[in-house]
Each structure stands twice: as C-alpha cells, then as structure tokens.
C-alpha cells in the first residue's frame, strides 16, 4: 500500500514538472522567435555605373623637323596659346639638362628671395605663418589624398619657405645662412650660362589648347563634330580595335585644340534606366587619374537590337594624367547619397496607430496604413520606427537621419532611425512593444 501511495507522488510531481516545461515552451515559444540584428551605420555612397570609356578630344599634331636634342617646356596637360613655344632645340642632351637646371635655379631664387629680408613681409609675424604653415600642411594632406601629384612639389617648397621664415623671424635660425645659400645658386647659374651652349630654334604651337607629348594612332579615329553620332558598334570596334601607326618621326606631340573633350561609354539595358534623365554626374579613372571628374551626359543613343546604348559624356577638367588617358576603365557616379544603412530585409510596412489631440483637449485616433520603417531592439521591447530612404544601393537603403519640415509632417512614430540602432533584419512575428 505504501508503495503504491510513493507510486502516486513520484507520478504527480512528475506530471506537474512535466505540465511546468510545457507551459513555459509556451511561452517561450510566445515570446521569442529568434532574431537577427544589425547595427545601423552612417555611409556616404554613391549609385554608380561600371563601363570602359573610350576618350574622343579635337586633337592636331604637332610636327618639326629639328637636329639635336628636343626639350620640352611644356607638361602634359598644359596650356597653351597658338604660336606658343612647346619646345626648345639645343645642340646636345647636357645643354638641354643645364638649361633645365637653370629653370629650377631661378624658381628656388625667387622663392628665397623673401629670406633674405623676411621681416620686410607684410605677412611675417610668427602668428601669420604660422596659419599659413597649417594652411599648406593642410592643401599638401588633401593633394596626398587625392592623387594630386602635379600639385604635391609646389606645396612642398611653399612649405619649405614658409619654415624657413618662420625659423628666421622667430630668431632660430639666421638669414645669413640662406643668404649664403642664394650665393651659392646664383654662382652655379652663372657658370652654367657660360658653359652651356643656347638654344638653337624653338618648336610651336598650331593651335591653342591643351599640349599632350604622346601620340597613340587615335588622334582622327573619330571626327569631333561627329562624336554625339557614335553607335554601339563604333564604340565597340574603337574599344576592340588596335591603334593606327604613326610612324612619321616628324611628329613631337599634339594639341588637344578645344578645352571640352569627350567620353564615349557602352551602357547596358540594365544600367540604362539609371543614366536616364540623369545630366550631370562625376567619371572616376582609378588606372589614369585619383581625381574625380565632373562631366554631363550630352547624348544616349541607344541600340534596338541589344538593348544597349551609347553614352556621350562632355568634360573639361583636364591635368597631366589625364592628358595621355584614351580606353579606360571608369565608374560613372549617378548620385551621391549620404545617410544610415539599412538591410532592405529590414525594411517592413506596418500600420501605426496615430493619436490625435485637437486645440480643446479631445483625443482621438487613426490609423496610418504601410507606413515604411524598421524594427528595431529597444531595451526589452521591440520598437517599430518609421525612415525615409530615397536610395537603396547594393542591398541596403540610405535612410535619411535629419527630416526636412514635411518628412518630419509625416513622421507618425515617436522617432525615425537613429545612429548604432539595432535593426532587426532576421526575425518571424515581428510587431511594436513586442518583448524579448
């Protein structure tokens, strides 16, 4: 009898254990569906087309028959006006490298010029240069970043003279030494000029523009007054093609006469519906130039048979790496957008109850239907909040964190995303007050 009353207990105890672990599976199972989370980040980013541009500039050659040794004075990427010297003929390669070297004896002159009496210098106290100190740091750490190379030795000797003044104004250092330095350079110009033989003709512009010291077969591939004609399969046999010979040794170079030049772009259908109705837009060339490029889409001329289409993109903006550039890789940046990312799983249309409150005190409410927004982890709490994206790029949705005064009108939850947000991508049964 007893062990049939022991029976019984063990059989209610577990029975209740057993009815405990259901009811909390219930639970549990009420309560939490697995979720994933990630954090909501700032980004600037920019839509962007991937092609190979192929580059169309009004170009003429340049010709001279010279002896001797050809010295150019101009870079690639210059300007230059009609009847411009490009060029300087000299008897042999030493006397081209000494009157190089008197070019350079001249800029570092006039540069120290200011040292030999830096206080005279309107802007000499130590305060001024040294905002102009800061002020060059800063133009040569933007012309590093950006792939300004041309640029980078001119901030580097203002830099140079600027610290020296400094040094001499604050008394570090004395002008004598500088002034001993100056001595030095005019003496050594003065003996180049003796020894080096002058130059014997120049060679000159025929036209203004932009001198370019390369040629590369292209130069009349494609007529400028016909370049918004190209088709899908010109720009394809131009991309494909080898380049024509040139195997005229009269030709030193050529000019690039108009200041506009073109990039010609095969678009794909996808693609397409992007560029449309788009005009101006930045071309980027990471094997030529580290430089963005301003330009405007001037002509689409699409293909019926593939769906594709040409691009016609206008530029100006030119410098030395550009100048030789003609098939490359670019990236045409659409749009550039700027805000917090957020996974498109993310994204959800939810109803929100609204609660009005009139000017005499009556509270009443509405409901806004697919009101776009995010779950997010609020504490314990899962938190509906409402964004405003106009981009979503490779996957993920640039919402907006500051509203202008008409998003913030239609803002119906107490808050739109904020940065570090936990926003739930992953997750079944998903509603606002929600607990985890």
């Given at each position: 009898?007893?062990?049939?009353?022991?029976?019984?207990?063990?059989?209610?105890?577990?029975?209740a254990?057993?009815?405990l672990?259901?009811?909390?599976?219930?639970?549990?199972?009420?309560?939490?569906?697995?979720?994933?989370?990630?954090?909501?980040?700032?980004?600037?980013?920019?839509?962007?087309?991937?092609?190979?541009?192929?580059?169309?500039?009004?170009?003429?050659?340049?010709?001279?028959?010279?002896d001797?040794?050809?010295?150019?004075?101009l870079?690639?990427?210059?300007?230059?006006?009609?009847?411009?010297t490009v060029?300087?003929?000299?008897?042999?390669?030493?006397?081209?490298?000494?009157h190089?070297?008197?070019?350079?004896?001249?800029?570092?002159?006039?540069?120290?010029?200011?040292?030999?009496?830096?206080?005279?210098?309107?802007?000499?106290?130590?305060k001024?240069?040294?905002?102009?100190?800061?002020?060059?740091?800063?133009?040569?750490?933007?012309?590093?970043?950006?792939?300004?190379?041309?640029?980078?030795?001119?901030?580097?000797?203002?830099?140079?003279?600027l610290?020296?003044?400094?040094?001499?104004?604050?008394?570090?250092?004395?002008?004598?030494s500088?002034?001993?330095?100056?001595?030095?350079?005019?003496s050594?110009?003065?003996?180049?000029?003796?020894?080096?033989?002058?130059?014997?003709?120049?060679?000159?512009?025929?036209?203004?523009?932009?001198?370019?010291?390369?040629?590369?077969?292209y130069?009349?591939?494609?007529?400028?007054?016909?370049?918004?004609?190209?088709?899908?399969?010109?720009?394809?046999?131009?991309?494909?093609?080898?380049?024509g010979?040139?195997?005229?040794?009269?030709?030193?170079?050529?000019?690039?006469?108009?200041?506009?030049?073109?990039?010609?772009?095969?678009?794909?259908?996808?693609?397409l519906?992007?560029?449309d109705?788009?005009?101006?837009?930045?071309?980027?060339?990471?094997?030529?130039?580290?430089?963005?490029?301003?330009?405007?889409?001037?002509?689409?001329?699409?293909?019926?048979?593939s769906?594709?289409?040409v691009?016609?993109?206008?530029?100006?903006y030119?410098?030395?790496?550009?100048?030789?550039?003609?098939?490359?890789?670019?990236?045409?940046?659409?749009?550039?957008?700027?805000?917090?990312?957020?996974?498109?799983?993310?994204?959800?249309?939810?109803?929100?109850?609204?609660?009005?409150?009139?000017?005499?005190?009556?509270?009443?409410?509405?409901?806004?239907?697919?009101?776009?927004?995010?779950?997010?982890?609020?504490?314990?709490?899962?938190?509906?909040?409402?964004?405003?994206?106009?981009?979503?790029?490779?996957?993920?949705?640039?919402?907006?964190?500051?509203?202008?005064?008409?998003?913030?009108?239609?803002?119906?939850?107490?808050?739109t995303?904020?940065?570090?947000?936990?926003?739930?991508?992953?997750?079944t049964?998903?509603?606002?007050?929600?607990?985890?």
């Amino acid at each position: 009898m007893g062990s049939n009353t022991l029976f019984r207990k063990i059989s209610s105890i577990a029975v209740a254990i057993l009815l405990l672990i259901y009811v909390g599976y219930q639970i549990y199972r009420s309560q939490y569906t697995g979720f994933k989370t990630e954090t909501a980040m700032y980004a600037d980013l920019s839509a962007s087309i991937d092609t190979t541009g192929f580059i169309i500039r009004n170009e003429e050659l340049v010709y001279s028959r010279y002896d001797g040794v050809l010295n150019y004075t101009l870079d690639d990427g210059e300007k230059t006006a009609f009847g411009g010297t490009v060029a300087e003929l000299y008897p042999a390669e030493e006397d081209a490298a000494a009157h190089n070297r008197m070019l350079r004896i001249d800029e570092e002159l006039t540069r120290l010029a200011v040292l030999e009496n830096p206080t005279e210098v309107a802007s000499s106290n130590p305060k001024n240069i040294g905002s102009q100190i800061n002020k060059t740091v800063t133009g040569l750490l933007s012309d590093l970043k950006s792939g300004a190379f041309s640029s980078i030795s001119n901030d580097k000797n203002d830099l140079y003279l600027l610290m020296g003044q400094k040094q001499i104004v604050t008394g570090a250092e004395d002008s004598a030494s500088y002034v001993a330095h100056i001595e030095n350079l005019k003496s050594e110009r003065a003996t180049l000029e003796t020894t080096t033989s002058s130059s014997t003709g120049t060679v000159t512009s025929p036209a203004s523009g932009y001198f370019i010291h390369t040629v590369d077969g292209y130069e009349n591939a494609v007529d400028i007054d016909d370049v918004e004609q190209l088709t899908v399969s010109d720009v394809r046999a131009l991309e494909e093609g080898e380049a024509g010979s040139n195997a005229d040794s009269t030709v030193i170079g050529k000019v690039a006469k108009e200041f506009n030049w073109y990039i010609a772009c095969i678009i794909d259908e996808n693609d397409l519906v992007r560029l449309d109705r788009t005009t101006n837009v930045k071309v980027e060339m990471p094997f030529a130039t580290a430089e963005t490029i301003p330009a405007e889409v001037v002509k689409i001329n699409r293909d019926e048979a593939s769906g594709d289409a040409v691009a016609i993109l206008k530029c100006s903006y030119m410098n030395t790496d550009l100048a030789a550039a003609r098939k490359e890789p670019l990236r045409i940046d659409l749009q550039s957008y700027a805000g917090v990312l957020v996974n498109e799983k993310a994204i959800h249309f939810a109803d929100v109850t609204v609660t009005d409150t009139d000017t005499d005190g009556n509270v009443t409410e509405h409901v806004e239907q697919n009101v776009k927004g995010v779950y997010i982890k609020s504490g314990s709490r899962v938190r509906f909040v409402q964004v405003f994206s106009d981009a979503t790029i490779d996957g993920y949705a640039v919402c907006k964190l500051n509203l202008s005064s008409s998003e913030k009108e239609q803002l119906v939850t107490s808050r739109t995303i904020q940065l570090y947000d936990e926003v739930i991508v992953e997750g079944t049964d998903l509603y606002d007050g929600k607990m985890l």
